[in-house]
């Protein structure tokens, strides 16, 4: 039997990637190196969610559970753009 697990990923990276892309217009100092550093980090702080199609986790969410990932989605974003632009001021990279 073969097995495709192309289809298989974590459903906040995307998210993540569109609005770090959407919120660097805001943050013009930040190198794309930085903005990748911004990804990852919020992406740790954000629980792995794995699904194979996005819209099968949506049709299962409830509004309470749409709403919690948008509050966290916010969190994680100013933490990381926060969290990387001190660590690159306390290098001398600076943004």
Known sequence: M??????????????????VARRAEAHPDFTSDMLGDVACVALNRLP?????HDVDLMFYLTEHERHAIELSMEEVLQFAFGFVLERANKSGRGA
């Open 48 to 52: 792995a969610r794995y699904v194979r």
């Open 2 to 19: 073969v097995f495709n697990f192309e289809q298989v990923h974590n459903y906040y990276e995307r998210l993540v990637f569109e609005e």
